[in-house]
């Protein structure tokens, strides 16, 4: 799934979405409840809300169009995300004595509408707090999802979380962003 030339991140040339208030509602509830998840550290439970093929990228340049043809901060399946959740949680894993903590606030969510495979365009900003080893760190941008229809709900297919300092130089990002 890595090297997946196929797989589409674009977000251009989206067809309208007709999104009723309600739906809208559902769709905000989804991404507030995949951040608290994350803050909970319910990593199972928050690896349920993927597709099978979902990616979840972190580019590396502001702008990046493509994950295959520059470096990304992260470009993850679920295996790679599978295995950093087992990192994370393992007993012995140093770097996470004690366990980072995080607080996010997610708003502004809009709805841009259907990519060319169906799958729901939303964007949102994000703030994040991160605490490990008494030490702060605030972290903001923007998420955009491509959710894929699932009942009355949603998978994410794609999670890029493009950060306002994402050609910075930064510390090691130990959990999901």
């Known amino acids: 799934m890595l090297l997946d030339l196929e797989f589409d991140v674009s977000t251009a040339n989206l067809a309208p979405a007709d999104v009723p208030a309600e739906a809208y509602h559902r769709i905000a509830q989804f991404l507030y409840r995949e951040a608290r998840l994350l803050d909970e550290r319910r990593y199972d439970e928050w690896q349920s809300l993927w597709t099978d093929d979902g990616m979840y990228w972190m580019p590396r340049e502001p702008g990046q169009s493509s994950p295959y043809d520059h470096i990304s901060l992260f470009w993850e ?101």
């Open 77 to 177: 399946d679920r295996m790679l995300r599978d295995v950093r959740i087992r990192r994370l949680e393992h007993p012995r894993n140093w770097s996470q004595q004690p366990p980072t903590r995080s607080a996010r606030l997610v708003g502004g969510v809009q709805v841009e509408g259907m990519d060319a495979g169906g799958n729901l365009v939303v964007h949102s900003a994000f703030q994040m707090t991160e605490w490990r080893k008494r030490q702060p760190r605030q972290l903001a941008g923007r998420y955009t999802h491509k959710l894929a229809a699932d009942g009355d709900s949603w998978r994410i297919r794609m999670k890029r979380v493009d950060l306002v300092n994402c050609d910075d130089a930064h510390d090691v990002f130990e959990v999901f962003v």
